[in-house]
Every structure is written in C-alpha cells, then in structure tokens.
C-alpha cells in the first residue's frame, strides 16, 4: 500500500491546476472553475500529521479557511475542500461543519501494484496510444464528463496535459470513438483518469480494452503500481477496477462553502 501522504502527492502532481498557491501549510488550487479537482484546497500539513507542524488548533484552521476564501473570493470562485478520510481531518472538518460547508461527490481510491498483471480478458487490441490527446479523444472525454463550452475545454486541456501522460482510444467496427482513459505517469506510479465511454457504446467491453491497453503500458515502463479515483456511487466502475486487481485504500470528499445569496431586492 502507498503511504498516504505520497499517495496525495502523486494525485496532486496528475491533476495539475492552472494556478497553484503553496501557503507552506495548504495547497490552493484554481482552473477557471473547471473540475472540483483543480480548483479546491488541499490542506496537505493539518493537526497530527506524522512529521509536520500543522496547524495549530481551530482558531489557527479558521484564520486558514478565512485566507482561503478570500483567494478563491478574488477568482470568483466557490471556496471548496479536498478532504480525505483520515483522523487528520478531524479538526478541518469541525471547523467546516461549524461553517456549514456542504458534502460532495465522495470518491475511493484504489490502488494496484505490478504483482500477478495479466491482459484482461477483452485484450487491448486495436487501441490506440498516444502522447498527447487528440480532438477526438478531448471530445469524447467531454461529452460524458465536461461541464461547459470551448473556453473551458481548452482549460481541460491544459490541466490534462500539465503532467506527463498516455492517452487511450479504441474505436468500435465502424471506426466511431468508443472509449478513451489516460494514464499519468508521475515519479514511478501510474494514475489512471478519465475513463468514459460515450453512452452508446456502453456495456460493450471497451472500458475493459483501454484499462488493459494503459495497464499494459504502465508494465511496459517498470512502473511500481497504479492507483485510480472512482465515485462511490460508481458500483459499476469499482467492480471493473476489483476484477482489475485494484483495492481500496482509502477515500475522500469535497466540501463547499454555502453560497452567499445576494440581498433581496426590497
């Protein structure tokens, strides 16, 4: 298994955001807004992690959470947490409880080393692997996960290629992208992103043929393991990942500041 600290780190590195303010305590993240991801704190040094001073205590946390929401205020976006299920959070989440911050979106982590890789059963014949993302791949990516127009798929685009990755696409018989994932390659560790399938091709064996093809990849250059990110609601997802050899190990949350609402008009 990862040492959690790490493992937050290499997901840091794979989702890189647009601007990124180090505040030697947290990480504030911004992208335009587009993904939770990369526009949300990650609060990496809290209360009782192993070798750091932290925060202080709750009023230290407060202070922290006000800077923040003063940042993310000045991008004209919503101040949001990534928080992990750890016993570090505890404090964070007390004070963001206090302020009424909202849950969402609760995602596992999975993680996977190289013992026992075998080729999945559907094989990854016929996919094709590339450096960068091609139109075609970008776009069916989008259609199933994007939120937003042109503008904010070029700042996709921009997040997506901040780390050095490999990006997957198999076709079906008529030549119609069917499925495309990514895989991140980040100091010995490979994160698997953006699986989708467009909705017509769905049940068909082709999220199996790319998760291979980037497995197979991953083998290819002595990576040390993999780990993925999957909704929790996701059943579907997280027994193709179990089959896949993935376990999980760990979760985390996003956590959002109410909205503000505007003075009535009276």
Not at 49 to 78: F, H, K, M
Not at 88 to 97: E, F
Not at 150 to 167: D, F, H, N, P, Q
Request: aromatic share 8%; hydrophobic share 40%.
């Amino acid at each position: 298994m990862l040492e959690q600290a790490f493992l937050e780190t290499l997901m840091d590195r794979a989702w890189p955001a647009v601007e990124r303010n180090d505040t030697g305590e947290w990480v504030l993240r911004a992208s335009s807004g587009v993904t939770q991801r990369a526009n949300s704190v990650w609060p990496r040094n809290l209360p009782g992690a192993a070798g750091t001073a932290g925060l202080g205590g709750t009023e230290d946390i407060a202070r922290s959470v006000s800077s923040a929401s003063a940042w993310y205020r000045q991008r004209r976006l919503p101040l949001i947490f990534q928080i992990f299920d750890d016993s570090r959070s505890a404090g964070l989440n007390a004070v963001l409880d206090g302020q009424r911050f909202t849950r969402q979106s609760e995602t596992l982590i999975m993680v996977r080393g190289m013992d026992a890789l075998e080729t999945l059963s559907a094989g990854p014949r016929g996919v094709e692997v590339s450096d960068t993302p091609t139109d075609e791949w970008l776009r069916l990516w989008w259609s199933v996960d994007g939120r937003g127009g042109e503008v904010e798929l070029e700042v996709a685009r921009t997040i997506l290629t901040g780390c050095k990755s490999l990006y997957a696409l198999v076709r079906d018989d008529d030549g119609v992208p069917a499925a495309v994932g990514r895989l991140a390659l980040v100091d010995g560790w490979g994160g698997l992103y953006t699986m989708a399938t467009s909705v017509t091709h769905r049940r068909r064996g082709y999220a199996t043929m790319v998760l291979s093809a980037l497995l197979e990849q991953g083998a290819a250059r002595n990576l040390q393991g993999f780990w993925l990110l999957v909704t929790a609601s996701n059943r579907g997802a997280q027994a193709l990942y179990s089959r896949a050899g993935f376990v999980e190990q760990g979760s985390y949350l996003y956590r959002q500041a109410p909205l503000r609402r505007a003075p009535g008009g009276c």
